[in-house]
C-alpha cells in the first residue's frame, strides 16, 4: 500500500489549504481514513479521521476550520483547512486503516506534507 499526499506549502495566517492523500495497492476494505500532524518538539497528534460509514472526528483545536472529506471510488482523503492559524504548523500525515477478511488491522502512513502558516 502506498499513499501520496500533496497540497501543503505556506500560507498567511487566516489563509487556507487543501491537503489530499491517495492510497494505492489496497486490497481489502479501508475503514479509517485521517490525518495526523507533528510539530517541533512535539508528539503527533489526530487532526481529524473519517470512517467508511462517513462519521468524522476532529481535533477541538480545529473544529469549525478544518473539514475532512473522502472519495471511495479514488481511495482518496482530503483536509480542507480554513483560517489557518501559526499553530497549525507542522508536517501532516496522512493514515490509512485497512481491515482484512478477519478483521485484522493495518495502518498506513504517507510520507508528510509541511504546511507552514506564517507572515
Known amino acids: 500500500v502506498q499513499l501520496q499526499a500533496s497540497g501543503g506549502g505556506l500560507v498567511q495566517p487566516g489563509g487556507s489549504l487543501r491537503l489530499s492523500c491517495a492510497a494505492s495497492g489496497i486490497i481489502f476494505s479501508i475503514n479509517a481514513m485521517g490525518w495526523y500532524r507533528q510539530a517541533p518538539g512535539k508528539q503527533r497528534e489526530l487532526v481529524a479521521d473519517?470512517?467508511?460509514?462517513?462519521?468524522?472526528n476532529y481535533a477541538d483545536s480545529v473544529k469549525g476550520r478544518f473539514t475532512i472529506s473522502r472519495d471511495n471510488a479514488k481511495n482518496t482523503v482530503y483536509l480542507q483547512m480554513n483560517s489557518l492559524k501559526p499553530e497549525d504548523t507542522a508536517v501532516y500525515y496522512c493514515?490509512?486503516?485497512?481491515?482484512?477478511?478477519?478483521?485484522?488491522?493495518?495502518?498506513?502512513w504517507g510520507q508528510g506534507t509541511l504546511v507552514t502558516v506564517s507572515s
Open positions: 493514515n490509512v486503516v485497512e481491515l482484512d477478511g478477519l478483521g485484522r488491522r493495518s495502518d498506513y
Open positions: 473519517i470512517f467508511s460509514g462517513g462519521s468524522t
